[in-house]
């Protein structure tokens, strides 16, 4: 993984100092809130219902087993105990004091971790495949580029007031992971037909208020030219984007007033001119950076270990976990495993403890080469685990309650925080997933429903990504009163989809039901083995609707 | 205008008297009509200039400033006729200026100076003159002692700047850092 050198290390600790001394001026009234709000912002800090909410950055998702335990010692001494995952790879702290944060930022910066631009109107975490270098369908590595995208856009002076915020994806697999068209800028890394590398730029995407799934920019950016053509976005972005209404703010909005090929020509027209200068990345420092993410000492003979299906056909409950939150690596004899955070009612999905924190940093040294990740389903993943010691793993995950073996299934739900925590929300996140949780409690039935996907988001912001959930679940306000609207048929990766609303919004009461009701169309009408999204292409939106809204009626009816 | 910090040759100094006076439209111009050094918007700065000014032929002794609505580009023809450009952050948080800023400095050849004015404060300077600005005019009801330690900013930069052109894996090599 990536190793800070003394730039970086540099930066991040001046970084601290200069936020200290923004926070001493802060508390000492010298600045005002309005002053303070953009610069706590780009240090990860926002003003929540109840305290402070510090994002720390996991870039591309990747962290090592030492940083795991400074996070684990942040929950524990600054917050009350936990953190949260969120759907951008990070992790957030939602009890912090505003006197304590330099403290926090100084530890955080000796792990070699920093929460620059984890929020405010720039460039945000660059996200990446969780399984970047060890998924089995992989292209290339798209971690030395996602690394040389952070460096590039930290604390680039020309955009750190940009309209809006920006967020850009990164994937090389056949499989996206990582959402990249539902971001500002989506990356897809591939290799060319003489073994170049090449980049598809997708703009333009992004969830909030107005959904859009990104455009097609340009089909084939030779990898070197990654920073330049970024800057041009970036440029006609800042200068031309609207800063009136900070809901037509995203760059998604000025792409459609624009049109994608009058945009495509002004950001070709600004690249023409800077694309042979120095920004040009060269050979050697993308070796520089790439040779931090050369693979572990692999043993060659761990395929040779037989053992794994002799414990899945002893132990059933293994044999289910394996089916499930496994994910096929590019080594024979090794695999990546899930650790799921959604347990159930226990826990708000993507909540982890101090505790859970420190015992998965010593599962990953014991197993996974000290390495864990992050996904944007608000998992944890040890990306390197030899298949031989997958059953000790799972062992110790179900005593620490982390063996839960639902990755894909319908209570690996997505979800924001919330309106418990969130001051932007407008109706609650978690008891909603719990409420959900606990009606398809029965795991037999879950495996048989397969993969579908279920997103919670508390409001129109859209963080538990609701529209691109197979089931889409979105807070609403109704004179006061919070209600939930459903969408059904969206999807995540190669072939993202919004999802299509379902009708009037309901009562928290009411959505077990109507989650029941709509997965029993779903078992009614499937073929074999077809999955959710396929079904919903088939059959369309009426089937659902009709059985949503009969019950309704029946029960009007009744009462 | 009061409130100043200049960057000479890469030296911070408050200036006590400095010369420019800022016109916001027709009506301060009329006030401070007595005055030659004044800031202009553009189509002001056109209307006072005699024909050799705008033919490029005489040096102006009036600066311009711009909006962020404004295209840097519109001042191509007489760049090498204006004593100095100002560009104007209307709020702290809009952030055009410093993309015209570059742009003034990187494609359009501007040497001469460059001013920052409106909500400029501390905390942005150094992003400031990084993109090229060389000097500010920081708000009036803040102190400009207090406000010249905000110049200093992040020693470390990745990428390029106005004021330095090479992204880090150029510089990497050559120096290491101390």
Known sequence: MYNYDDYDHRLVRERVAQFRDQVTRRLADDLSEEEFLPLRLQNGLYLQKHAYMLRVAIPYGVLSSDQLRTLSYIATTYDKGYGHLTTRQNIQFNWIQLEQTPDILECLAAAQMHAIQTSGNCVRNVTTDAFAGVAADEILDPRPLAELLRQWSTLNPEFLFLPRKFKIAIYSAKQDRAAVKVHDIGLHLYSGDNGEMLLQVYVGGGLGRTPMIGLSLKADLPWYHLLSYVEAILRVYNRYGRRDNKYKARIKILVKALGIETFAEEVNQEWQLISRGPTQVTSQEYERIAKNFSAPNYDFFAAHNFEYNTQRSRHPEFARWTSKNLVAHKISGYAAVIISTKPGINSPPGDVTAQQMVAIASLADRYSFGEIRVTHEQNFVLPNVPKADLFRLWQALECLGLATPNAGLLTDIIACPGGDFCSLANAKSIPIAHAIQQRFEDLDYLHDLGEISLNISGCMNACGHHHIGNIGILGVDKNGEEFYQVTVGGSQGNNSNLGKVIGPAFSAYEIPDVIEKIIEVYTLHRRSNESFLALFQRIGIEPFKAAVYAKKVIAGAAN | ?178
């Open chain 2, 1 to 178: 205008m009061d409130n100043i910090i200049l960057l000479d040759n890469g030296n911070a100094q408050i200036i006590e008297h400095d010369p420019w006076i800022f016109i916001n439209g027709q009506e301060e111009l009329l006030i401070h009509s007595g005055y030659d050094t004044l800031i202009l918007p553009l189509a002001l700065w056109k209307q006072q200039q005699p024909d050799e000014v705008l033919q490029g032929q005489q040096q102006s002794v009036q600066g311009i400033w711009l909006s962020p609505n404004d295209s840097e580009i519109e001042l191509e023809p007489w760049l090498q006729v204006i004593p100095i450009i100002a560009l104007q952050f209307p709020d702290f948080r809009d952030g055009r200026a410093y993309s015209q800023a570059f742009m003034l400095r990187t494609r359009l050849g501007w040497t001469g100076e460059l001013r920052a004015v409106g909500d400029v404060l501390r905390d942005q300077l150094s992003h400031m003159r990084q993109c090229g600005f060389s000097s500010f005019a920081v708000r009036g009801d803040k102190s400009v002692t207090e406000a010249i330690k905000g110049l200093t900013g992040i020693s470390v930069l990745y990428g390029r700047s106005a004021i330095e052109p090479r992204p880090l894996f150029h510089r990497r090599d050559r120096v290491e850092p101390e």
